[in-house]
């Protein structure tokens, strides 16, 4: 008996005569291109489809002829790894350059859409704060100015120390780096440095003293103007040295600059941020000129946020050790939807309000208005807080007229009472929507270092009268210890004063 014979064939694309599909057969090639003109694999189908709107069909050729059919398994992998080194295959099985390319083209389209679905959801979620962003700032008017703030003027020393730290962190970076070599020396090997290794030393050595000395006056300038917290008990400090530390590394033009951003840093960080977190969201860089311009029309507001984006590359404006804490966003959408008129809250942003509602809710920093705001969105989300409205609930049950039980609890305890551990007055609170709340949240029992600056944020609210329930009087105290946070106790001004006329005279030293 003969041996059966097989035949290893090609498809051919006509427009370009590439081989776009190996197979085998033992049958006549022009059988096997019918069956796959009738009967085509789903790959191979959509190649014939696109054959076919240009008008042509695939050609059939023969590779390899009579090949013995216990072969022909062998041979047709070897000729698709061939012919897939060439060109692309529509071949499945045995194509592994093939399948791995799809897969690799896969994954980037996967991964090109999930790139392309996240600029998608942040350009939405951008649009929507930059709403709540916008209202805001028109009902508020922006942060609270830092005119008055005193611009403490620094020694003429100080200054110098700058200038040659700067100068001797350029000629270091000019210069190449000191390394371990060995040299000849009368005709005998030596270990030791060059000359030039020799200053480059010394030049080290000089910018770490002046590095010290620097840092010594600037931390000292700093507890000058941010002492004020009754002992940091937020521990804020360390927000603002975590800013003005390093000031040295900044680009100042002239020590008025240097003065002048320093004083500022208290500002920045506690009236500031909770803006650039704001507008951050919103899609605006506080690193451009236009959110100055936006963030408030104040001269001295704008001209202190220009002086922190010309100072250099880390005279950012948001505090490093803040960015941890994005709740101070949600906090003011929070606010901003109970407290400004007319406010329109973006449905994307439902989750972030009643997630900011219900924390300041449960830490008993949410108003009145606060409060009715999330029972809207949510009339279970106080039960946690004021306890279940059992009034409404005893009327349920009872199958009496709505209101019924709060008017027998008023006839028998009267209306007067009000106190927060009355459970009469708790119970109507709850029914009447009159909250045991705050006039004004003022997280001042709340642990943290950004909690100065959400105090800040509350305060341009109050400077701008959305707290209808505190008061004037009580609004105007608000901002009032807002801006005493940001300018310098008399007991630190004393220190610092004692400090520079130590200076006077010095130079820079490792005791420093």
């Not at 599909?21 to 009738?38: D, S, W």
């Not at 919103?282 to 236009?290: M, T, V």
């Not at 406010?343 to 509602?357: I, M, W």
Request: hydrophobic letters at 40%; one cysteine or more; glycine letters at 8%.
């Amino acid at each position: 008996m003969t041996d059966v014979q097989g035949t290893i064939y090609g498809l051919v694309d006509p427009r370009d005569d590439v081989i776009r599909y190996v197979g085998q057969t033992v049958k006549p090639i022009e059988a096997r291109l019918a069956g796959h003109l009738a009967a085509p694999a789903p790959r191979v189908r959509a190649w014939i489809e696109e054959l076919a709107v240009d008008g042509t069909t695939p050609r059939i050729v023969a590779i390899r002829e009579a090949v013995p059919s216990a072969d022909l398994d062998q041979v047709e992998r070897e000729e698709i790894l061939a012919h897939a080194l060439r060109a692309e295959l529509l071949n499945t099985a045995g194509n592994e350059p093939g399948n791995a390319k799809r897969r690799q083209a896969s994954k980037e389209e996967a991964k090109r859409r999930r790139a392309e679905e996240a600029a998608v959801n942040l350009a939405w979620s951008q649009a929507a704060w930059r709403q709540v962003a916008d209202q805001i700032r028109s009902a508020t008017g922006g942060p609270i100015s830092p005119a008055g703030i005193p611009i403490r003027p620094i020694p003429d020393c100080v200054w110098t120390w700058y200038l040659e730290y700067h100068a001797a962190d350029q000629q270091l970076k000019a210069s190449p780096p000191i390394g371990y070599i060995l040299r000849q020396a009368g005709g005998v090997t030596v270990e030791g440095d060059t000359p030039e290794d020799q200053q480059r030393r010394d030049l080290l050595h000089r910018r770490e003293l002046l590095r010290n000395s620097l840092h010594r006056y600037i931390r000292a300038y700093c507890v000058t103007f941010s002492n004020v917290d009754e002992g940091d008990r937020w521990g804020s400090g360390e927000g603002i040295f975590a800013r003005a530390d390093s000031a040295y590394e900044e680009a100042f033009e002239s020590a008025e600059d240097m003065a002048q951003y320093l004083s500022l840093v208290p500002w920045a960080g506690r009236a500031l941020d909770p803006w650039v977190a704001l507008a951050e969201r919103a899609g605006i860089s506080s690193r451009e000129a236009a959110f100055a311009e936006w963030v408030s029309s104040d001269v001295d507001v704008q001209r202190g946020v220009k002086l922190f984006q010309a100072a250099g590359a880390s005279g950012y404006l948001g505090v490093r050790y803040q960015e941890w804490d994005t709740q101070i966003v949600d906090f003011t959408l929070a606010v901003g939807a109970a407290h400004v008129p007319n406010f329109v809250t973006p449905e994307l942003l439902a989750g972030n309000l009643l997630e900011g509602l219900t924390k300041a809710a449960k830490d008993r920093q949410a108003t009145n208005a606060m409060c009715q705001v999330l029972q809207r969105l949510d009339s279970a989300a106080l039960d946690t807080v004021y306890g279940r409205d059992r009034l409404t609930e005893a009327d349920r049950a009872l199958d009496l007229p709505s209101g019924t039980s709060a008017r027998v609890l008023e006839q028998v305890f009267g209306t007067g009472r009000s106190g927060t551990n009355d459970d009469a007055a708790k119970l109507l609170q709850r029914h009447s929507g009159a909250f045991d709340a705050p006039a004004v949240p003022t997280y001042s029992e709340w642990k943290g270092i950004h909690i100065p600056a959400m105090r800040a944020l509350v305060a341009s609210f109050c400077r701008a009268g959305l707290f209808a329930e505190a008061g004037g009087d009580a609004q105007a105290q608000m901002v009032e210890e807002a801006r005493r946070t940001w300018h310098p106790s008399e007991r630190s001004v004393r220190e610092l004063d004692e400090l520079e006329q130590a200076l006077q005279g010095t130079r820079p030293s490792r005791a420093s």
